[in-house]
T-cell receptor, first 115, second 113 residues
Framework: GAVVSQHPSRVICKSGTSVKIECRSL??????MFWYRQFPKKSLMLMAT?????????EQGVEKDKFLINHASLTLSTLTVTSAHPEDSSFYIC???????????FGSGTRLTVV | DAKTTQPNSMESNEEEPVHLPCNHS???????IHWYRQLPSQGPEYVIHGLTSNVNNRMASLAIAEDRKSSTLILHRATLRDAAVYYCILRDLAGGSNYKLTFGKGTLLTVNP
């Protein structure tokens, strides 16, 4: 089946540094990818929709200058958390639709801890 | 976006069937009913989806009410590995590939050995 590979699975960074999270579709082309964040014991919250070759569409309240999204190819989307702070610590998850008539495939998530 | 309502939690015993309900009284004619589940510290996993007819796959069955205002995800024999949060989500077919899934709180399923 369709696989979305997300890396790293876990990262710890110092406050003020930037962290890049990669999301790759392994056996299909994803023109659109979605980025979510999830706080402990909470549901997934959509951050942005990433379209190949164009600017991402951010949900209300999400700082686009802080969460930089790049979707340079049909198989790769990246989320960069810039100048990370402890409140950015969260579980980040990417997703892509595998095709009409199919569901959405999710990455395994990235646990970001900012110290 | 059409919304769904699910119980916060349910409990089941291992090897027994589980029926997870979902209400979506404001569903439109072009809304697909999707189900996903999320195990702890993992990304969500696709379970099943349908439009009008009942659907079966290797993981589960989806029973859709005739008026489409509710649906039930059926796990035929629960195992400990089925313990997860189950999300019922409506996806508008007219939305195309940009259509985003909006997650509610889901149902936390506990499976007792």
């Amino acid at each position: 089946g369709a696989v979305v590979s997300q890396h790293p699975s876990r990262v710890i960074c110092k406050s003020g540094t930037s962290v890049k999270i990669e999301c790759r579709s392994l056996d299909f082309q994803a023109t659109t990818m979605f980025w979510y964040r999830q706080f402990p014991k909470k549901s997934l919250m959509l951050m942005a929709t990433s379209n190949e070759g164009s600017k991402a569409t951010y949900e209300q309240g999400v700082e686009k200058d802080k969460f930089l999204i790049n979707h340079a190819s049909l198989t790769l989307s990246t989320l960069t958390v810039t100048s990370a702070h402890p409140e950015d610590s969260s579980f980040y998850i990417c997703s892509a639709r595998t095709g009409e008539g199919y569901g959405y495939t999710f990455g395994s998530g990235t646990r970001l801890t900012v110290v | 976006d059409a919304k769904t309502t699910q119980p916060n939690s349910m409990e089941s015993n291992e090897e027994e069937p589980v029926h997870l309900p979902c209400n979506h009284s404001t569903i439109s004619g072009t809304d697909y009913i999707h189900w996903y589940r999320q195990l702890p510290s993992q990304g969500p996993e696709y379970v099943i989806h349908g439009l009008t007819s009942n659907v079966n796959n290797r993981m589960a069955s989806l029973a859709i009410a005739e008026d489409r205002k509710s649906s039930t995800l059926i796990l035929h024999r629960a195992t400990l590995r089925d313990a997860a949060v189950y999300y019922c989500i409506l996806r508008d077919l007219a939305g195309g590939s940009n259509y985003k899934l909006t997650f509610g709180k889901g149902t936390l399923l506990t499976v007792n050995p």
